[in-house]
């Protein structure tokens, strides 16, 4: 994947008969999906061209030039979508993208390294940071709240987190 891409959805599958597809959005707003319109593959190729849509819940349901039948949305589930980097807004001085904190450096209160950010997964209870420790071995994850992580220095490359054993 090259490194400008972040994805912004995925589709979920085909709405009705006529083509149209479920995409879950994960943008602030789903509808700003129809903004960026040419959604692209995980390898920078083409992925959908959305004409139309409207919301639907965790998303919405769109018309894509590449989509004529209901087969065709549905062999698209799981498709990742996403969009170059240059095409988000800059975010705001004490904001950051879920993405940009993926190879961050990850410390105890005191400085010491606890591991690296590996990826940021969400099981559907939230988003939780996978770490790879220092020393090797097993990734740990570390849930991405105020408790846990209670200080994110993006420019600093550094993220301050408390073990889950350490958090009371």
Not at 47 to 73: D, Y
Not at 153 to 163: C, I, T, Y
Request: proline fraction near 5%; avoid cysteine.
């Amino acid at each position: 994947m090259s490194d400008d891409l972040i994805q912004v959805g995925r589709v979920a599958g085909a709405f009705g008969v006529r083509g149209e597809v479920r995409i879950t959005s994960f943008t602030a707003e789903p509808l700003a999906l129809l903004d960026y319109r040419d959604l692209k593959r995980q390898d920078g190729s083409v992925g959908l061209t959305l004409t139309s849509g409207r919301p639907a819940k965790g998303g919405i349901v769109a018309r894509a030039t590449e989509i004529e039948t209901r087969e065709q949305a549905e062999a698209l589930r799981g498709l990742k979508l996403y969009i170059s980097r240059n095409k988000l807004p800059e975010p705001d001085e004490d904001e950051f993208y879920v993405t940009d904190l993926v190879g961050l450096s990850v410390v105890d209160a005191a400085g010491e390294p606890l591991g690296r950010i590996k990826a940021v997964q969400d099981f559907g209870a939230g988003d939780l940071l996978e770490v790879s420790p220092v020393e090797g071995g097993a990734t740990w994850y570390l849930p991405f709240t105020r408790e846990a992580v209670p200080e994110v220095r993006v420019a600093d490359g550094v993220v301050v987190g408390v073990k889950p054993d350490e958090v009371e």
